[in-house]
């Protein structure tokens, strides 16, 4: 068993207790050897079998017993990359610095994201170690503004392919014209002259084949290997040994008929950098999903400033200012409403097509669409801190991390290139001392195609692409996965367990029913009930009191005000006694509620939460409060099922009306009056059952059970804190996007596995035909670069996909 160590500084231990606590907990965890907390330096140790646990649940076990890690995140744009196992060699090499508890590198989008321990190492020493590896590094700029080292790259490409091309079709045309079938074909004499093919091959080898050198000379120095060293093996093989026979040729006055690899060389550099123009543009294609949020991102902003209109760059906006956006244009940034109303357009972020209605005081995203209406707008959020900004982080950290099925590529990867150097060297000796004896050509010929066939690339392109455009078209439909390795969890969920307030419900309670005792006068009743529910915070005063004041009432002060927690509130006005609470409070005060308990029951069966209200010792009325159910979660929840899910609604309500709503959208097994700490605990017991179980809730109540779940699900119109908690965070309240989410996880998994298993039989077919002697060298490089191409079109397919 193999063992890796991690060291992480946590706070939030108040002693030794504390200490103990986390020790136990991580001891629990499958794959955890030894665990180890220095009260004192507030450090945990970890000793751990990376093939049965990961970095991620360590960490998601501390923050579940309530600490947190201290840590922070460095990226950087990679230069000088050519396959999986540069990457590889680049993630074990900064791994192994102290302070840091995880490097990603992600060789498709060519960055590294490194988790480190503040205080241990600093970035100065990550980039020495990156160059020390023998690559360059540049600092990932903290803006929208994507990078355009692709575009440049891409350009380079373009230009050395065309040289190559220009430089090898002499080569080409030369070893047509070799075949029988092709002899009809006419060929200048030159062509065949030796020193003219080696002119030609010469810059080709040398020139625009020399990265291959660079980057197997520093593979090499840093004892591993990757596919510069193949391709640097099999072209310097075919190159070399022509560069003999052409010097020897002069002593022997040897002619044309010399059997010369100048075109086996040059037509596999052509054919490589051919696939890797291919592939960059592909990959370019996978990043599609950033390019269109930072596309979304206004360019400019009209702010009034002194009563006057400027127009100023989005960067000059301050939080505070009043912007003014008119019909048709987008909203700079997240803010308020501070005059106007319109219909804003919010389907580019959250995927929802009818336009919402905003007035004053409302919220308003950055980059949403104004309709109709003339709207100022107070900024509340600007830059990094703006929504938009927030979701292609979210997007940015998803696409660069890595899956766990990754393993399998990198372990392969990592042993792959000498593996293969072994088979061609088997393979020529074959070839040279049985098959064909002494025919040094020929059997070098079969190890050079041993050699080209067997890059990597295809292997490690396989899983990255597929979770760069799976997570890209989450966050099209408003779903973003904040991980590689939670687009691959989400897969695995057998039970959904949903919080009922702002999941379920709409979270915004309303004053739905009004009882009255005999004789009460209608509006002097609201007037005391109103300005008694005033000074309370609680969330069903504010439903009652805006149902009120929709009534046109106005509502006084009153003389006297006090919260009774778990009862209701009391009040003085004008000298009445006023009560409001429930039939404990009543039955305390002595007053006599038996004529309205029938009504007050039927009530809560239906889901509604009713207050009872008392005047001078006197039963007044009564009120009736519910939160209504979303249109949505009905068919949402029926989607669930039909997945063949289990769905439980979990809450804090009384078990009548919990059980009330768990009717009317079709969920039968539900947990009511569950406190906060409660549900968590409610989730560990499922999985001690052997489920794998999704929390969805948008509270700070439910961030515990986030936490703790397989994969908490936040909805995105809920609290920060639960957000932050979560895995995957869905952008609109709909419950529709958890039934998509699953189905995105399972289409993208379906895709690594079609990648890995072609990357894998290409290999295991390819090598074999190769050393039997059934495939040229050209042929060979042809088919590696469109292995890899086809690996990366094969990922593209999931921006396409319909849900």
């Not at 230069?79 to 060789?107: D, H």
């Not at 490409?157 to 065309?162: D, E, H, S, T, W």
């Not at 039934?739 to 995105?744: E, R, S």
């Not at 039989?761 to 060298?777: C, E, F, M, Q, R």
Request: proline content about 3%; aromatic content about 6%.
């Amino acid at each position: 068993m193999s063992t890796k160590q991690i060291v992480l500084q946590i706070s939030g231990m108040t002693c030794a207790a504390c200490a103990n606590r986390i020790e136990k907990g991580l001891s629990k965890i499958d794959g955890v050897v030894e665990a180890n907390v220095n009260f004192a330096l507030e450090q945990v140790t970890v000793s751990y079998d990376p093939d049965q646990t990961n970095i991620h649940e360590l960490e998601e076990k501390i923050v579940s017993l309530g600490y947190q890690i201290v840590k922070e995140t460095v990226e950087f744009q990679l230069v000088g990359m050519t396959c999986a196992a540069c990457a590889n060699r680049i993630e074990k090499g900064l791994s192994r610095l102290p302070g840091v508890i995880q490097a990603t590198v992600n060789f498709t989008l060519e960055t590294a994201r490194v988790e480190y321990t503040t205080g241990q190492v600093t970035s100065a020493d990550m980039i020495q170690k990156v160059e020390q590896l023998g690559y360059q590094t540049l600092m990932k700029q903290d803006q929208l503004n994507p990078s355009d080292s692709r575009r440049n790259e891409i350009q380079k490409q373009q230009r050395k392919l065309i040289l190559s091309v220009v430089l090898t079709l002499p080569l080409l045309w030369a070893m047509v014209s070799h075949f029988s079938f092709t002899s009809w074909i006419w060929l200048p004499d030159l062509f065949m002259n030796p020193w003219f093919q080696l002119a030609l091959a010469t810059p080709v080898q040398f020139i625009i084949g020399g990265h291959f050198y660079v980057g197997a000379y520093r593979a090499l120095r840093n004892k591993s290997a990757n596919m510069d060293v193949l391709v640097a093996l099999g072209t310097s093989a075919a190159y070399f040994y022509s560069l003999y026979i052409t010097i020897t040729s002069l002593s022997r006055q040897e002619g044309h008929s010399m059997e010369l690899y100048y075109e086996t060389s040059a037509i596999l550099i052509t054919l490589i950098i051919l696939g890797k123009l291919l592939e960059a543009r592909a990959k370019g294609r996978s990043s599609e999903a950033i390019q269109k949020l930072v596309g979304l991102q206004a360019k400019s902003a009209l702010v009034i400033r002194d009563g006057q209109e400027e127009s100023i760059p989005i960067e000059q906006v301050k939080i505070g200012d009043y912007l003014l956006v008119k019909p048709g244009e987008k909203i700079p940034v997240d803010g308020e409403v501070a005059e106007g109303s319109s219909a804003v357009d919010e389907s580019m972020l959250t995927g929802e097509s009818i336009p919402i209605e905003k007035r004053v005081g409302d919220p308003v995203i950055g980059a949403t669409l104004n309709k109709n209406g003339r709207l100022i707008i107070k900024a509340t959020r600007i830059g990094k801190e703006t929504a938009l900004a927030q979701i292609i982080k979210v997007v940015e950290e998803a696409q660069g991390s890595k899956a766990p099925i990754q393993r399998i590529a990198d372990r392969i990867s990592g042993v792959f290139v000498p593996i293969v150097v072994g088979i061609a060297i088997i393979t020529f000796f074959i070839w040279f001392f049985v098959i064909e004896t002494g025919q040094f050509a020929r059997a070098l010929e079969k190890a050079i195609a041993v050699l080209v066939i067997a890059c990597p690339c295809a292997l490690g392109l396989a899983t990255p692409t597929s979770i760069m455009a799976g997570s890209g078209r989450a966050a099209e439909l408003g779903i973003l996965f904040k991980g590689g390795e939670h687009l691959e969890s989400t897969q695995q969920i057998d039970t959904i367990v949903l919080d009922k307030t702002g999941t379920i419900t709409q979270g915004k309670p309303q004053l739905t029913d009004v009882l009255l005792a005999d004789g009460m006068n209608e509006p002097l009743f609201f007037e005391w009930v109103g300005a008694t529910e005033k000074n309370s915070e609680h969330p069903l005063a504010e439903a009652i009191v805006e149902g009120i004041q929709n009534k046109g009432i106005t509502l006084p002060e009153v003389d006297e005000f006090e919260a009774i927690p778990g009862y209701g509130v009391r009040s003085n006005m004008h000298g009445k006694h006023i009560l409001i609470g429930t039939r404990k409070l009543m039955i305390q005060h002595q007053v006599n509620i038996e004529w309205i308990k029938h009504s007050m029951s039927e009530l809560e069966i239906s889901g509604k939460t009713a207050m009872l209200v008392a005047v001078d010792g006197q039963f007044a009325g009564l009120l009736a409060v519910a939160d209504t159910v979303k249109e949505t979660s009905k068919e949402a929840i029926h989607r669930l099922k039909e997945l063949g899910l289990k769905v439980i609604m979990i809450t804090g309500d009384n078990e009548r009306t919990a059980q009330a709503i768990g009717y009317e959208v079709g969920v039968h097994q539900v947990l009511a009056e569950i406190l906060p700490e409660g549900k968590a605990e409610e989730i560990k017991k499922l999985q001690r059952e052997g489920k794998k179980v999704a929390m969805v809730g948008d509270g700070i109540n439910d961030a515990p059970a986030l936490a703790t779940a397989n994969i908490g699900m936040a909805i995105g119109t809920g609290t920060d804190v639960a957000m932050e908690a979560a895995d995957v965070t869905l952008i609109q309240g709909d419950l529709n996007r958890i039934t998509d989410a699953i189905l995105l996880s399972r289409k993208t998994m379906r895709n690594i596995k079609q990648n890995l298993f072609w990357a894998l039989a290409y290999n295991v077919v390819g090598i074999p035909v190769a050393a039997l002697g059934l495939l040229a060298p050209w042929l060979a490089g042809a088919a590696m670069a469109f292995s890899s191409v086809s690996v990366v079109l094969n990922a593209l397919r999931l921006q396409r996909v319909k849900i």
